[in-house]
């Protein structure tokens, strides 16, 4: 079964770090590209980054240029998100997804992420 | 950055009715979108893909149509299950875009 697992969310300062885990299974990872996708509370969906599926290639949304950084080990068949310089508008359900040629086909159940002093 | 926009932002409709929600692109995006379904609490869920293809084991009643800048989604038959809200997201280029989604509530 294709699946895809986060882990990392939590509760952190603002000016803080988190690192976010999506833990892939039941195709091979290094094959596509990965996506992450935040949510803030009662809002929609928000594109936040993609790395391709070697590592070699990344886009980042605006908001979280220069701030977040995506990276992937193809050997843990794990994506990760490391988020620097947190502020309250970073607060959101953080979601992978799978990304094939056709769009986002599998989706992880999203960490939440909140920051809040 | 290509925005994408939602019409309506929330839609009314009772079970049976057939409904439309529609996805403007601000620049051409040939027939590079995707519908996806979010019920609360959950991950959305692909629907259609390049405009107008169903994502396998989702109902036939679901369609879409459109390229270029307009799009439409098309619910032949509501049932009690697609309550719901909708996004379109635009995958033509980086950075991908989502509309700001369409709230399918029971009249």
């Known amino acids: 079964e294709v699946q895809l697992l986060e882990s990392g969310g939590g509760l952190v300062q603002p000016g803080g770090s988190l690192r976010l885990s999506c833990a892939a299974s039941g195709f091979t990872f290094s094959s596509y590209a990965m996506t992450w996708v935040r949510q803030a509370p009662g809002k929609g969906l928000e594109w936040v980054s993609v790395?391709?599926?070697?590592?070699?290639?990344?886009y980042y949304a605006d908001s979280v240029k220069g701030r977040f950084i995506i990276s992937r080990d193809n050997s843990k068949n794990t994506l990760y998100l490391q988020t620097n310089s947190l502020s309250p508008e970073d607060t959101a359900v953080y979601y992978c997804?799978?990304?094939?040629?056709?769009?986002?086909?599998?989706w992880g159940q999203g960490t939440t992420v909140t920051v809040s002093s | 950055d290509i925005q994408m926009t939602q019409s309506p932002s929330t839609l009314s409709a009772s079970v049976g009715d057939r409904v439309t929600i529609t996805c403007r692109a601000s620049q051409s995006i040939s027939s590079y979108l995707a519908w996806y379904q979010q019920k609360p609490g959950k991950a959305p869920k692909l629907l259609i893909y390049k405009a107008s293809s169903l994502e396998s084991g989702v109902p036939s009643r679901f369609s879409g149509s459109g390229s270029g800048t307009e799009f439409t989604l098309t619910i032949s038959s509501l049932q009690p299950d697609d309550f719901a809200t909708y996004y379109c997201q635009q995958y033509n280029t980086y950075p991908r875009t989502f509309g700001q989604g369409t709230k399918l509530d029971l009249k």
């Open positions: 997804a799978k990304e094939d040629w056709y769009g986002l086909d599998v």
């Open positions: 790395i391709s599926g070697s590592g070699g290639t990344t």
